[in-house]
């Protein structure tokens, strides 16, 4: 039979509801179970179009009796299925090729460092905080490092990461200057342009504090009580991911929620992107949007991010399995079906083929990437006795775990 495609729309807009009292239904066949009733003129959240169905099918989320629903709903009952319909045959498939056009962003060059070898403990001991997100920790090791070379521009240059990555913008980029003017390095001036263009753009000047989370908001999409939410929300689904992963909070999540317009200038995200996390969570807002239960699924989905980050480094398509798995989502049985056929036929990468940075890649290979990763994190808990706090304390396990999976992803 002819592959299908599945192909996913992370930031599309809602649309809406057509026909009242319309079923929600578990997969796309009229014989599949009704999850929940739609009412006309409700709107819903697009997530994937399921292509080689009689019509196309989507998969949607809605909000039915104030509870996040999700389920399929066919082409002729969604308004403004035409455009998406639209876009998604504009689009190359994704399966015209063997793997997604992505791979490690390129790396900066690294910081040109001056200090005598006595001190190199400490500077690894700084990267290893750095690397699990312990900013202030990280921050107050180089400052110590700073009162006996105070001139070491590799130094300055570190301080001015840590502090940057510790929401303190104005120490990062007096560090970066004072780098800069002991000496001259492109990779320190790439980092102070981007704090000098965070500085400009960022508009979330507000702050809400939690007892692990720093909240800064932009007043123009949220007010001092919905921050107040927000903060309480992201402590409970931390409370409930935490246990899971096993991860800490030494240093306050910095959060941010800003327009579409800031989050897109600011982090550079792809189109398709609904929040990022790069150390910092970034969450678009419109106006003075309520907390609904989709908004509390993309902080969940962040935070497992920012947890795992906390624990070491994993590849991509961990990170995004377990993302959207810790979030609440599961794989349906028709987007397994289509994962394993693409699988079998040899049109999908291995697992370490999907490379680190989805960020360059198209709508339609971000949908084969988050399918085929969250298929995999749901083979892993359905298969694998070794259990996921075991795998975050035991990292050489993965390579075992991971062809494990591609094997089963082909059977």
């Known amino acids: 039979m002819p592959g299908m495609a599945v192909f996913l729309f992370l930031a599309a807009a809602s649309h809406t509801i ?33 292509a080689g169905e009689a019509q196309p099918c989507f998969l949607v989320w809605a909000t039915v ?10 082409a002729s009952v969604l308004a403004g299925s035409e455009e998406f319909e639209r876009e998604r045959r504009a689009a190359r498939s994704v399966e015209v090729a063997a793997s997604p056009e992505t791979g490690p962003a ?8 001056t200090l005598p070898a006595k001190s190199l403990p400490d500077f690894e001991r700084v990267n290893q905080l750095l690397a699990r997100n312990q900013n202030q920790q990280a921050l107050g090791m180089v400052e110590n490092l700073l009162r006996r070379w105070p001139r070491d521009p590799g130094l300055l ?13 104005g120490r990062a980029l007096q560090f970066y200057k004072e780098s800069l003017d002991v000496q001259p390095d492109p990779a320190v001036e790439r980092m102070y342009r981007q704090a000098q263009r965070v500085a400009a753009l960022d508009k979330s000047r507000e702050a809400t504090y939690g007892t692990r989370f720093l909240l800064r908001y932009d ?3 949220a007010d001092a009580a919905l921050a107040r939410v927000i903060v309480s929300v992201l402590e409970e689904e931390f409370a409930r991911i935490q246990p899971q992963l096993g991860c ?20 550079g995200a792809a189109v398709w992107s609904g929040a990022a996390y790069d150390g910092k ?36 398509w961990l990170h995004e399995g377990l993302a959207q798995k810790l979030s609440g989502q599961s794989a349906h ?25 989805w960020n360059g890649m198209s709508p339609q290979q971000a949908a084969l990437a988050y399918g085929l990763s969250l298929v995999a994190v749901d083979l892993f808990f359905e298969h694998n006795g070794f259990g996921l706090r075991n795998l975050m304390q035991n990292p050489e396990q993965l390579k075992g775990i991971q062809d494990d999976l591609d094997r089963r992803l082909r059977e």
Request: glycine letters at 8%.
């Open 157 to 169: 240059a570190l301080a001015g990461l840590a502090a940057y990555r510790g929401d303190q913008l």
């Open 65 to 74: 009796d104030g509870k996040a629903v999700q389920g399929y709903v066919p």
């Open 281 to 316: 969570i970034h969450i678009p807002l419109a106006d003075q949007l309520q907390i609904s239960p989709q908004m509390r699924q993309t902080f969940g989905h962040e935070l497992v991010h920012a947890c795992l980050a906390n624990i070491g480094p994993w590849p991509t």
């Open 18 to 50: 057509k026909v009242d009292h319309h079923p929600l239904r578990a997969g796309c066949s009229e014989s599949d179970a009704v999850v929940a009733r739609l009412e006309a003129g409700q709107p819903v959240q697009v997530k994937f179009s399921l």
């Open 248 to 267: 800490r909070t030494d240093d306050r999540i910095v959060t941010i929620v800003q327009t579409r317009e800031a989050y897109a200038r600011i982090t």
């Open 333 to 357: 049985p028709v987007l397994r079906q289509q994962v394993r056929e693409l699988a079998k036929a040899g049109k999908l990468p291995a697992l370490a083929g999907l490379g680190q940075n």
């Open 106 to 113: 390129p790396a900066a060059p690294p910081l040109k460092l």
């Open 219 to 221: 007043g123009t999409v």
